[in-house]
């Protein structure tokens, strides 16, 4: 569990690998804008900090977190990324909704990544309120989006030197 006051979202840049050659895909969903802009960006600031070209970094936005999935599969078909980023946010309601959203992204992102042989990021909230998500979107928790960053970059590392 975070902490109230801690930045789980501080990364060593020395520690990453050059992104200046790197093309990285990001999928976002449109439902929760407001959480997953923030997200887009703290990724994206990342992407550009480690030395990607923004030509380099491409966006695609999907309805919602389940068309994650879909969008993120077409993606890959591409064949033209290193490594693709989900971004999404489910936010708990009164119905089981939530559940079965949550578990349908979780295990098709885990697919895509059994797939394909390029990394995709898990970067979708699945908070109790929208506060929680705020705080992890740019606020006291940090940024997911900035921390998903820095896993695309170190899977893309990890694969290049398998």
């Known amino acids: 569990m975070a902490t109230a006051n801690k930045n789980l979202s501080e990364y060593n840049k020395a520690d990453l690998i050059?992104?200046?050659?790197?093309?990285?895909?990001?999928?976002?969903?449109?439902?929760?804008?407001?959480?997953?802009?923030?997200?887009?960006?703290?990724a994206?600031?990342?992407?550009?900090?480690?030395?990607?070209?923004?030509?380099?970094?491409?966006?695609?936005?999907?309805?919602?977190?389940?068309?994650?999935?879909?969008?993120?599969?077409?993606?890959?078909?591409?064949?033209?990324?290193?490594?693709v980023i989900a971004i999404g946010c489910v936010i708990q309601g009164e119905t089981k909704h939530f559940d079965f959203v949550c578990e349908g992204v979780t295990q098709g992102i885990k697919d895509l990544n059994i797939k394909y042989d390029i990394p995709t990021i898990f970067c979708v909230l699945t908070d109790n309120n929208e506060q929680q998500s705020i705080d992890r979107s740019g606020g006291v928790h940090g940024n997911k989006g900035t921390e998903a960053a820095v896993?695309?970059?170190?899977?893309?590392?990890?694969?290049?030197?398998i």
Not at 18 to 42: C, H, M, P, Y
Not at 46 to 73: H, M, Q, T, Y
Not at 152 to 160: C, D, E, G, T
């Open 44 to 83: 994206y600031d990342v992407l550009i900090d480690c030395g990607a070209l923004p030509e380099n970094i491409v966006r695609w936005n999907v309805p919602g977190s389940f068309e994650l999935i879909f969008g993120s599969k077409k993606m890959h078909e591409t064949k033209q990324f290193d490594a």
């Open 151 to 161: 896993a695309a970059l170190k899977m893309i590392a990890l694969n290049k030197n």
């Open 18 to 42: 050059d992104a200046r050659n790197l093309k990285i895909g990001l999928v976002v969903s449109e439902w929760n804008d407001k959480i997953t802009n923030g997200l887009f960006q703290g």
